[in-house]
């Protein structure tokens, strides 16, 4: 399944997610190119991590090969690494000069999808992703607008969480928090400049979460 994507650890960051709309498309079901996920995609209980991520909800998880389901040891995985996350989100912060416009609670939802350019996958470019900012093979990607995460769902590889996924996650929940926090936002006057900066950021957590 190792498969290569451009740029080396998630990459993606959005906030242009609104629903392109022309006559092209008009056939198609128009629900294919909404990116957050259909009635029929939600878990029928969606998964609420705890501590200080309980406002982090995963709304969809599609399993496929071993280590991809959503099982108590893969939750388990994304529910500690969430929690260390948010603890050493303060002290990064601080040390690198950012402020957080406002303090009110963290809630963002998310959803776990094959990392392949299958229908409604987190590659299909063609419909569901096809109005994210990066049109680029990801591995996660934060949508402001939506409040989401997606990222891939090889969560655990030969039962033990897996490497690429740990960095994925943290990569990612920087960008919703500093998105959350008006962080972002402060960091320059383009959006392009912002998307950079944070990118800077983001990787530098990776290592304050999770070492080398
Ligand atoms: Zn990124």
Redesign the pocket.
């Known amino acids: 399944m190792a498969r290569a994507k451009t740029g080396t ?5 959005g906030f242009a997610a609104s629903l392109v709309t022309g006559a092209a498309r008009a056939e198609l079901a128009a629900d294919s190119f909404t990116m957050t996920p259909l009635p029929e995609e939600l878990l029928s209980k969606p998964i609420t991590l705890s501590g200080a991520c309980d406002g982090v909800v995963v709304r969809e998880w599609r399993e496929g090969g071993a280590g991809t389901e959503a099982s108590p040891a893969a939750v388990r995985v994304m529910d500690r690494l969430c929690t260390h996350a948010v603890a050493v989100f303060d002290g990064f912060i601080e040390r690198h000069g950012l402020e957080r416009a406002h303090s009110l609670p963290f809630r963002w939802s998310v959803s776990v999808l094959p990392d392949e350019d299958c229908h409604r996958c987190l590659n299909d470019l063609t419909h569901r992703f096809s109005t994210r900012s990066a049109q680029i093979e990801v591995w996660g990607y ?1 949508s402001l607008n939506d409040r989401f995460i997606f990222i891939l769902n090889q969560v655990l590889v030969s039962g033990r969480p897996g490497q690429l996924w740990q960095r994925v996650w943290v ?2 929940l920087f ?1 919703a928090l500093s998105m959350h926090y008006g962080i972002f936002a402060s960091h320059a006057e383009t959006d392009a400049k912002r998307v950079k900066i ?2 800077r950021f ?1 990787k530098k957590f990776e290592t304050a979460v999770l070492g080398k």
């Open positions: 650890v998630a990459i993606a960051l934060a990569h990612e960008h944070d990118e983001a």
